[in-house]
């Protein structure tokens, strides 16, 4: 396994470059199964998640080619249902396959998901939303068994936000007969942008952006071609880079619009922000203000960049509490941080932080994607060397992250373990 070996306390300059969303793409790589044909994908980072989901959709039967940032998958001649264990356990995003394998053959196999470990992530959302459009679901040997002849338009209320099951409950809505109703959808830009790659693709879908989604079932979907959206969360973390070190930036190629929590607490702390259309320049706090952040679904901080807020406020000049409602248990990072001398108590779900100094290098292993992405902010921060274990957690989210801020002037490079 890859370590990174960070040599911190080097400040950043320059213009750093965002990729395309992961937790747009998968979603609306696995939407490809709900037309024949040949769909091209164009911004598409060269991830390991990405490249699961590759994989698992030529086990369908599908071809994908994938060179230069362009994805062309060619589904016209999918015919195998199941999704394996062997790759389903290793990635979440797996399990939205379902709702098109079940739209388009009126059957699925999936194994139940794995993917990062930040706590319970029941799939109970996703598999009530199938049942209401008509499908029988049955649970054996760790494998959902899902059939229908043919879903039907239903009243699907979530009784809590779930980007996952959203995008489930889209894809298996779209091609199903009669009207769907989605109240509590998450309002994600990834469940914009799927929304508008299947409304592209011949779907009737109103109430974008919104918690309340109205399907119209259509007879068939067509292959398209599309851009994928910025990568927000990359996006963030970058931003958080230039704060952590104090150091003046640009982050482009993003969408500031899908950034606002975070730029609202980033101002907080003190930094200065230049925004454009697909820019935004950050202006470091000379003084890092403590700031209390709240995990909670869209509109509101996000949960994927919690642990990287948290790196930050490690150095503010005060207290602190980051609390996460949407992962709970998604404090992993926490143990590790202190390696670095950080100073922070975990009680109950709510993560106090109170700033040091500064922070010093030392071994640490990242846990989960975003973890990992904590720890090489601290890292970046830090006083002395840094090195971090089980960095193949960060190549499922990040592309080439090391080359990247080697390129605005950090001290950071990937050797083999």
Not at 392 to 415: C, F, M, N, P, T
Request: with cysteine.
């Amino acid at each position: 396994m890859d370590k990174f070996i960070i040599n911190g306390g080097k400040k950043l300059s320059g213009t750093i470059k965002v990729s395309g969303a992961k937790n747009a793409i998968l979603p609306i790589m696995t939407a490809t199964l709900l037309a024949k044909g040949k769909t091209i994908l164009h911004n598409v980072p060269y991830l390991n998640d990405i490249k699961m989901m590759a994989h698992l959709l030529r086990v369908i039967g599908a071809r994908v080619d994938f060179a230069d940032e362009v994805m062309e998958i060619d589904t016209t001649h999918c015919s195998f249902f199941e999704a394996p264990y062997e790759l389903v356990s290793k990635m979440r995003a797996s399990i939205w396959v379902l709702g098109p394998l079940l739209a388009r053959f009126g059957e699925a196999k999936v194994s139940f998901p794995g993917g990062c470990a930040i706590g319970t992530r029941p799939v109970d959302l996703h598999l009530k939303a199938m049942e209401a459009m008509g499908a029988k679901i049955d649970i054996e040997h760790g494998y959902i068994f899902a059939k229908c002849e043919k879903l039907k338009g239903a009243k699907i209320e979530f009784e809590k936000v779930s980007v996952g099951a959203t995008a489930n409950a889209l894809m298996a809505a779209v091609t199903a007969e009669g009207v769907t109703e989605i109240i509590n959808a998450a309002t994600e830009p990834e469940i914009s942008s799927l929304i508008d790659f299947l409304n592209i693709m011949g779907a009737k879908i109103s109430g974008k952006s919104t918690s309340h989604l109205i399907i119209q079932g259509v007879e068939r979907l067509n292959p398209v071609a599309m851009n994928m959206i910025p990568d927000r969360i990359e996006a963030g973390t970058f931003l958080i880079a230039g704060a952590i070190t104090k150091s003046r930036i640009t982050v482009d190629r993003c969408c500031p619009e899908h950034l606002q929590a975070l730029i609202e607490k980033l101002t907080e702390v003190g930094c200065d922000l230049n925004i454009k259309e697909n820019s935004i320049e950050l202006i470091p706090a000379e003084h890092i203000r403590p700031v209390d952040v709240t995990a909670v679904p869209h509109p509101g901080f996000p949960t994927d960049l919690q642990a990287q807020f948290l790196a930050l406020m490690t150095l503010s000049e005060g207290e602190c509490k980051i609390k996460d409602t949407v992962f709970p248990d998604r404090f992993m990072h926490v143990a590790e941080l202190n390696r670095l001398d950080a100073n922070i108590i975990l009680e109950n779900g709510v993560a106090t932080v109170k700033g040091v100094e500064s922070l010093s290098g030392a071994e640490v292993m990242a846990t989960d994607l975003r973890a990992s992405a904590a720890l090489v902010l601290a890292g970046l921060a830090a006083n002395g060397q840094t090195i971090i274990s089980r960095i193949y957690h960060i190549d499922r989210g990040y592309e080439q992250i090391e080359k990247k801020l080697s390129e605005i002037g950090a001290d950071i490079q990937r050797v083999l373990a």
